[in-house]
């Protein structure tokens, strides 16, 4: 049986614009717009409990409406929620425009903001059967909620779990590369699409931050593990038909890990995580 996964990070809620052409700045663009469940940690916990891997949340919400939903979409999936509430905040929120293959958001990380390294313990220590720790980086791009990230990789590491690290975003990670590199070094595995990977590479080779293996996401393009014995495997991108591209990333962790931590090889767990990935862009939103 796959071991339990906490994945630590963000849970929000998107409005999700599909847009019908290119935006029209000052005026009207049609587009199908749906809200629903979001957050780089909140979907991959999604995707995870999809693969049948028992998976716990960290994560901070408003005491509001909004929290209420998100909270009851994550248990219906079968996501043990280690959600702290915090009354006179609001629930994160993201507006994804998306058209093609891009997506474009804004973002409000709200209640996200004030999750601590306390909270982080008190889910780890009701989770003792976990194995693994999945770190979504925004947590660690603001510093409201830095500490909370550093403190999820440092008890994981006391507790004998393996870690890996989702780098989130380029936008966000840019002016604060030099530190996340240094925040993530000896992590087992280290994932991030060919633009966070630019990003890192200024600062050293993705590779030699991590224990194991650094993934880079490629999206029809495909993945690569680059393992630290000098190994490299790529496997092809899954055909796809692309409606909305958000939270493809997220559904392409879920499938790697749930892959590897079940023993598969490399190629396997990307190959997972491919198809994953394909299966998430053919439809509204970033879940399953």
Not at 71 to 82: K, M, Y
Not at 95 to 105: E, H, K, S, Y
Not at 127 to 135: I, V
Not at 138 to 167: H, I, K, W
């Amino acid at each position: 049986m796959t071991p339990r996964v906490v994945v630590v990070g963000d849970l929000v809620s998107d409005v999700v614009a599909v847009l019908a052409g290119p935006l029209a700045d000052g005026s009207d663009t049609p587009a199908r717009i749906r809200i629903t469940g979001g957050g780089q940690a909140a979907n991959t916990a999604a995707w995870l409990a999809r693969c049948g891997v028992p998976v716990t949340l960290v994560a901070a919400a408003g005491a509001d409406e909004a929290g209420d939903a998100r909270l009851a979409e994550l248990a219906e999936a079968g996501v043990t929620c280690a959600v702290v509430r915090r009354p006179g905040a609001a629930t994160g929120a993201v507006v994804v425009l998306a058209r093609g293959g891009q997506r474009t958001m804004v973002t409000d990380r709200g209640a996200n903001a004030s999750l601590t390294g306390a909270d982080v313990d008190a889910a780890l220590a009701a989770a003792p059967d976990a194995r693994h720790l999945h770190l979504s980086a925004y947590t660690l791009l603001d510093p409201a909620s830095r500490g909370a990230g550093l403190r999820a990789l440092a008890a994981a590491r006391e507790r004998g779990l393996t870690t890996s690290v989702d780098a989130a975003s380029a936008a966000p990670l840019r002016p604060v590369a030099a530190d996340f590199c240094q925040s993530v070094r000896g992590t087992d595995l280290l994932l991030a699409n060919a633009d966070e990977a630019a990003v890192i590479a200024p600062h050293g080779a993705v590779e030699a931050l991590v224990r194991m293996a650094a993934v880079v996401k490629r999206g029809a393009g495909g993945a690569t593990w680059s393992g630290v014995e000098g190994t490299t495997v790529a496997v092809p991108g899954e055909p796809a038909t692309v409606v909305d591209p958000t939270g493809a990333g997220d559904a392409f962790a879920a499938g790697l890990l749930s892959a590897w931590l079940a023993g598969a090889t490399p190629a396997e767990a990307l190959r997972e995580g491919a198809r994953l990935g394909a299966r998430a862009v053919g439809r509204i939103g970033a879940r399953p």
